[in-house]
T-cell receptor, first 116, second 112 residues
Framework: GAVVSQHPSWVICKSGTSVKIECRSLDFQATTMFWYRQFPKQSLMLMATSNEGSKATYEQGVEKDKFLINHASLTLSTLTVTSAHPEDSSFYIC????????????FGPGTRLTVT | DAKTTQPNSMESNEEEPVHLPCNHSTISGTDYIHWYRQLPSQGPEYVIHGLTSNVNNRMASLAIAEDRKSSTLILHRATLRDAAVYYCILSLFNQAGTALIFGKGTTLSVSS
């Protein structure tokens, strides 16, 4: 199956700093990627849809100025958490769907962000 | 997206079959039924999907009710590695640009 990678797998940063998370599709091109956030013992919450070459579409309640998403190529999308605070500590997961049908959505392994 | 309802948790013994139910009474004719699972501290993993007919793959089987208002994911012989949260999700065909929306899922525990 298609492979999606994320970097870093975990990161610890100080409050007020910014952190960038990369999501790459390794063996396919993804015109659309998705970013999710998952708090402990909760389900995945969709944050935004990232479209190559255009602005991301954010879900209601997600601050677009705080969570900057860039999808500069067909294989790379980045999520930057700006001015991070402890409440931003979470598991961030990216994904991409392959093809135009009801095909699988492939997920990255996730990035654990801890803000101290 | 149409809503799905799953039990919060289920338990199984190793090497026994597991039937994970999902209710989706408001499913539309164009909704596909997807199952994903998430192991601890990992991203979700595709398990299986179907539309109307029952489906089998190397991981599991998907049994879809005739009226499509419910489905069951079947793990034929549970192993300890199958302990995970299983999500039943509906999505429209031909919407690659639309993300899958996750509910709470069913936490499956497998005992040896």
């Amino acid at each position: 199956g298609a492979v999606v990678s994320q970097h870093p797998s975990w990161v610890i940063c100080k409050s007020g700093t910014s952190v960038k998370i990369e999501c790459r599709s390794l063996d396919f091109q993804a015109t659309t990627m998705f970013w999710y956030r998952q708090f402990p013992k909760q389900s995945l919450m969709l944050m935004a849809t990232s479209n190559e070459g255009s602005k991301a579409t954010y879900e209601q309640g997600v601050e677009k100025d705080k969570f900057l998403i860039n999808h500069a190529s067909l294989t790379l999308s980045t999520l930057t958490v700006t001015s991070a605070h402890p409440e931003d500590s979470s598991f961030y997961i990216c994904s991409a769907r392959v093809g135009e049908g009801p095909y699988e959505q492939y997920f990255g392994p996730g990035t654990r962000l801890t803000v101290t | 997206d149409a809503k799905t309802t799953q039990p919060n948790s289920m338990e199984s013994n190793e090497e026994e079959p597991v039937h994970l139910p999902c209710n989706h009474s408001t499913i539309s004719g164009t909704d596909y039924i997807h199952w994903y699972r998430q192991l601890p501290s990992q991203g979700p993993e595709y398990v299986i999907h179907g539309l109307t007919s029952n489906v089998n793959n190397r991981m599991a089987s998907l049994a879809i009710a005739e009226d499509r208002k419910s489905s069951t994911l079947i793990l034929h012989r549970a192993t300890l590695r199958d302990a995970a949260v299983y999500y039943c999700i509906l999505s429209l065909f031909n919407q690659a640009g639309t993300a899958l929306i996750f509910g709470k899922g069913t936490t499956l525990s497998v005992s040896s």
